[in-house]
């Protein structure tokens, strides 16, 4: 399985509470939990060698119970060389 991963920078007044979650849609789809480091978080997206335009969703709560999304999207393509 070939993954790639997705990094978001996170930054709010109150603490970031867990988990932080991705999900993706596109030639494969699926979710998994992100992982915080600082103001930034970082999750794989299981692309499976599947080429094409992938879709995916972070969500992040705060501590006081306020969430957010953020919708993006990659192509993955053939690498010849």
Do not use: H
């Amino acid at each position: 399985m070939l993954d790639t991963t997705v990094g978001v920078a996170i930054s709010d007044e109150s603490a970031i509470a867990s988990p932080i979650t991705l999900a993706w849609t596109g030639p494969t789809s699926g979710s998994t939990t992100m992982l915080p480091d600082d103001n930034e978080a970082y999750g794989p997206v299981a692309t499976n060698y599947q080429l094409g335009v992938f879709s995916f969703t972070v969500t992040v709560t705060d501590i006081r119970g306020n969430t957010t999304t953020l919708e993006s999207k990659f192509t993955a393509t053939l690498c010849i060389g």
